[in-house]
């Protein structure tokens, strides 16, 4: 069934930033097949059964937005462990707790977190987890779309290397995967240099926590003589299809050798706020070249999965930390959560409303409090003003997911039932 978007306020996110006013878009077959701000779409009879209208009255019709590094079965530790550093968090909270997770908790975990990405505007993500075997089946089966990657730890290499191999072997077009080497300072040069080794050979990516505090840089440093990025680099790690989490302690030599390898670095200000990690120095990747993306990580660590909250803190945390109000402005934190997290991935038919992209599309409502009077700056309205909340109906593949509150493929109020149970058994272990 064809989909035709009618009356739009269509914010394209192409090359030219173009922002069309009552504008059409006629999706066939999962793609974006028309464009329009003429009254007759082409190839297309509204009156006809087998199109579908949805009639727009002027709200906003974007890009799917792209989570470019969550871990989304932690949806179940949200709003516990709070106000802790990263180690004291990881080694005191998380991990013990995570040690009692079973394969149908992460499966619950990442239903969960599913039903709130899909509400608040989010098409694709890319995660690092455990079980992602399984993540991948409830993927499919609510309809996104995922770059999965299984971490990996000294610990868990011999056990999780055959298993890494077979998901790779089962890409579908809905998922797909990287090698996921969890940080320096639980990977051994000896496993970096394995897991990069299979990347290279699988024509896969890699998805790592890289530079995310002072503490990893510091020791890596003492240990190594040299920095994260530069022991990445000596171990082969990065290249044009590396997606690096946080990047917050890089220095310019650093930056330089990121930016030569056309790797990607993902900025995740909410968690690298709460957890007191530090500022990512977000103008200096973006002048040097360097593709930079939006993330959220967990659902523990960010307590939501909002990149609306997060563009907007993300914009702040760098005005305020530069003393510059122009420095990361709104269209630059567009980029960051569509654009950019589809180069991270490597295509060129997400972020955008094209003729010819995939028909990944989040409508936004514009007609409330929040965006009274109509905004002159639609870009500005969408990062300083918007709340997940205001998402009216997403969109993956051409296939409506989420419209108006109700999920086409989710029973949300199960979904919510499940995961409090999960978490009421887990309780017993804290």
Not at 41 to 60: E, K
Not at 90 to 105: A, K, M, Y
Not at 210 to 222: F, G, I, K, P, V
């Amino acid at each position: 069934m064809d989909t035709l978007f009618r009356d739009a306020t269509v914010l394209t996110m192409n090359d030219a930033h173009e922002i069309m006013e009552h504008g059409d878009v006629l999706v066939r077959d999962g793609c974006i097949a028309a464009v329009t701000t003429d009254e007759a779409m082409p190839a297309v009879d509204a009156a006809r059964p087998d199109v579908a209208v949805v009639d727009c009255h002027g709200d906003v019709l974007m890009p799917g937005l792209i989570n470019a590094h969550a871990h989304i079965s932690m949806s179940l530790f949200r709003n516990y462990a709070n106000d802790q550093n990263l180690q004291t968090w990881l080694e005191e909270s998380i991990w013990p707790l995570e040690s009692h997770l079973t394969r149908e908790d992460i499966v619950c975990g990442a239903r969960l977190s599913m039903a709130e990405m899909l509400a608040g505007g989010i098409t694709t993500f890319m995660d690092m987890y455990d079980e992602e075997a399984a993540i991948a089946e409830v993927v499919e089966a609510v309809g996104m779309r995922a770059v999965l990657g299984e971490g990996v730890t000294d610990r868990s290499l011999q056990r999780k290397l055959p298993l890494i191999q077979e998901m790779i072997e089962t890409s579908t077009p809905r998922v797909h995967y990287m090698v996921a080497p969890h940080a320096v300072y639980t990977c051994s040069p000896e496993t970096l240099r394995t897991l990069g080794d299979l990347a290279a050979s699988a024509h896969v990516g890699i998805h790592i926590h890289l530079a995310e505090t002072q503490q990893e840089d510091a020791e890596c440093r003492a240990h190594y003589g040299l920095s994260p990025t530069a022991l990445l680099h000596r171990e082969g790690l990065l290249n044009g299809q590396s997606l690096l989490a946080h990047g917050v302690f890089l220095d310019d030599e650093d930056i330089e050798t990121i930016a030569r390898a056309g790797a990607s670095v993902v900025y995740n200000p909410a968690s690298n706020m709460k957890l007191a990690s530090g500022f990512m120095r977000l103008s200096a990747l973006r002048d040097a070249g360097v593709n930079v993306a939006l993330g959220t990580d967990g659902p523990s660590s960010n307590n939501t999965q909002d990149l609306f909250k997060d563009m907007r803190l993300g914009s702040f945390i760098q005005k305020g930390r530069s003393g510059d109000a122009t420095a990361a402005p709104a269209r630059a934190m567009l980029e960051l959560a569509t654009r950019g997290g589809a180069r991270a991935m490597g295509r060129d038919d997400l972020g955008q409303i094209a003729p010819g992209a995939r028909a990944d599309l989040v409508l936004v409502d514009f007609h409330n409090i929040r965006h009274t009077p109509f905004p002159d700056d639609v870009e500005a309205a969408l990062v300083y003003a918007t709340a997940a909340d205001d998402v009216r109906l997403t969109m993956v593949e051409g296939e409506i997911l989420y419209r108006d509150g109700a999920f086409s493929h989710l029973d949300v109020d199960a979904v919510r039932h499940e995961a409090q149970a999960a978490w009421q058994r887990l309780c017993a272990f804290r």
